[in-house]
């Protein structure tokens, strides 16, 4: 079992950056493909971003697409979210996830994912 915690949520205005991390312990994440998701109050996780375990496949919802960069190192047994440009909209408590995986299948649903962090809050102001 692998476990997750979120850091680098934070207060930002539009149009500024956050780098969230995802730091894993307990297994190596190289065994994992991992995702981000978030959470708004009042909605549904939604998916976010999704990397595969070796870090060449990567896939972006539309609502971040471009001004979102997901990235790991697995010598390191992280992943970071860089967020630039960002939005009211992106007000949310986020959270890793990893999905036990060596084979890159997209996958952007909750329940496709094995385990996950405590979330981290980022708060965009306008």
Do not use: H
């Amino acid at each position: 079992q692998v476990q997750l915690v979120e850091s680098g949520g934070g207060l930002v205005q539009t149009g500024g950056s956050l780098r969230l991390s995802c730091a894993a312990s307990g297994r190596t994440l190289s065994s994992y493909a991992m995702g981000w998701f978030r959470q708004a109050p009042g909605k549904e996780r939604e998916f976010v971003a999704a990397i595969s375990w070796s870090g060449i496949s990567t896939y972006y919802a539309d609502s971040v697409k471009g001004r979102f960069t997901i990235s790991r190192d697995n010598a390191k047994n992280t992943v970071d979210l860089q967020m630039n440009s960002l939005k009211p909209e992106d007000t949310a408590v986020y959270y890793c996830a990893a999905k036990a995986t060596r084979r890159w299948v997209v996958a952007t649903m909750s329940w496709e994912y094995d385990n996950w962090g405590q979330g981290t809050q980022v708060t965009v102001s306008s």
